[in-house]
């Protein structure tokens, strides 16, 4: 299952399609607090997240998420693709850093290397 976390409806519902395209499952999530309070959270194979939300942000979720042991990986998308938050990202194993609007190839590239060859 691919976890969608946005705090945008409609980034999560056309990233979810997009996903759901390629035969994969998704649960979409309005925040970070709502993933990690979710049963699914431990169903995740990969998790797409926004970079910035109210609330926690995919960072801190990311921190969190590495200071608890899971080594799920992550994706993030984000409107303000700023370098040292890339950096940030990668170096906590981000697999894929995005710009909003992100190229659907580009996202099907960063699901393929995340779960091991989908596409």
């Known amino acids: ?3 969608i976390i946005d705090d ?4 999560r519902t056309a990233t979810a399609s997009l996903v759901r395209s390629l035969g994969l499952k998704t649960s ?3 925040s970070a607090e709502e993933f990690l309070h979710s049963p699914r959270r431990l169903d995740a194979d990969c998790i797409i997240t ?3 939300m109210p609330g926690m942000s995919g960072l801190e979720l990311q921190a969190r998420l590495r200071a608890g042991g899971c080594r799920t990986p992550l994706i993030f998308i ?5 370098e040292h938050v890339r950096r940030q990202a990668t170096a906590g194993g981000a697999v894929g850093f995005l710009s909003k609007p992100f190229d ?3 996202m099907i590239a960063c699901l393929d290397a995340a779960l091991g060859g989908i596409a």
């Open 78 to 82: 984000t409107a303000f693709p700023e």
């Open 50 to 52: 926004d970079v910035q």
């Open 8 to 11: 945008d409806d409609a980034v």
């Open 28 to 30: 979409s999530f309005a």
């Open 104 to 106: 659907g190839q580009a």
């Open 1 to 3: 299952m691919v976890a």
